[in-house]
């Protein structure tokens, strides 16, 4: 079977009257465009494919100014269709309402422009006996949660570019992050979740083993996170008038040489935001290779040394970042429930590893 063909679609953007960055076209277009990358940015304004305030530029250096019109003309992805698959999951409770599920490290929560199938959306469709769909069908006000079997609510991303779907997904968590995720069943369902996670009501508790040893032990952070211009891989800490507000308490559990296993409790949830939380106090997450925690960054730097953390990086192959408890009000019963993962093998290995040997 061929390829579905792309199709061309306009997009514009208002630059705020308030703008004064200076920024690049390119860098500016990189960082509103969801799944942009310079490159691809570049080529699209070499081709002939962008306008500001109605004008062809061709240079991907001129300079972005307030109150500018940038219209842009984008090959739209594929349509998206999401299918059930026989992929094993560790369900932790269930009910006519919802799904809590325990994800392991490495598995994507859902369909997204680079991981299409083998997701927990993907995984969850599968265990309920559902029918696969497309991304058109989401946006169809026909399309029900009975018919799919999970809540429609914001299955499908409005970003420009982004042609993820998401369908019962109410939070999500990093790839290579395991824990607790809880997936709406229905529409009513979701939306009182959602509620709860917008009030900041739902009880959120993860463990990680940090770099460094917290003084005090425990505290507070308090800042504004926004995508890092330079890397839309990256969240970076930003001014109020660029970012999200966004809380994190810690607490340290134990104590190592030059490690630590903290709790973190999340009041706000952004993107990455224990992960930018702990490298801005000092203590990246161990093993987190987006934020600097896959090397050293406390201790000697001998040969052993050396040789003992690479072989934990390479049992953990991930940052120790775990979802360990989740408590909210049942969206029909009301009852306060909570529900509990232990941390998985590669993170516990680590742990009793630095217990035993991180003591110089």
Known sequence: ?????????????????????????????????????????????????????????????????ARDRIECRLMKPPPMEVLPEPIPLDIAFEDDDLLIVNKPAGMVVHPAYANRTGTLVNAVLHHIDARGFSLDETRSDDLTDDEVGLSVIN?????????????????????????????AKNDV??????????????????????????????????????RDPRDRRR?????????????????????????????????????????????????????????????????????????????LFAHLQRQALHAASLGFRHPSTGEEVDFVAPIPEDMAYVIDRLAAVDRF
């Open 1 to 65: 079977m061929s390829e579905p063909e792309q199709q061309e679609v306009s997009v514009r953007f208002d630059v705020p009257t308030g703008y004064g960055d200076d920024a690049r076209l390119d860098v500016y277009l990189t960082a509103s465009i969801q799944n942009a990358t310079r490159a691809k940015v570049q080529k699209a304004i070499k081709e002939g494919r962008i306008t500001v305030n109605g004008r062809l530029v061709k240079k991907a250096s001129h300079i972005v100014q």
């Open 155 to 183: 299955a499908a991303s409005q970003a420009v570019g982004d042609p993820s779907i998401r369908p019962g997904i109410v939070h999500r968590l990093d790839k290579d992050t395991s824990g607790l995720l809880v997936v």
């Open 189 to 226: 369902a979701h939306t009182r979740l959602a509620k709860q996670f917008a009030e900041r009501t739902v009880r959120r508790r993860y463990q990680a083993v940090v770099w460094g040893v917290p003084d005090p032990a425990e505290g507070r952070i308090e800042n504004y996170l926004g």
């Open 235 to 311: 969240v970076t800490t930003v001014d109020e008038s660029k970012g999200k507000r966004a809380v994190t308490h810690f607490r340290t559990i134990e104590r190592f040489g030059h490690t630590a296993l903290l709790e973190f409790r999340l009041e706000t949830g952004r993107t990455h935001q224990i992960r930018i939380h702990a490298l801005s106090i000092g203590h990246p997450v161990f093993g987190d290779p987006t934020y600097g925690g896959d090397r050293i960054r406390y201790g000697r730097q001998s040969g052993s040394r050396k040789a003992f953390f690479r072989n």
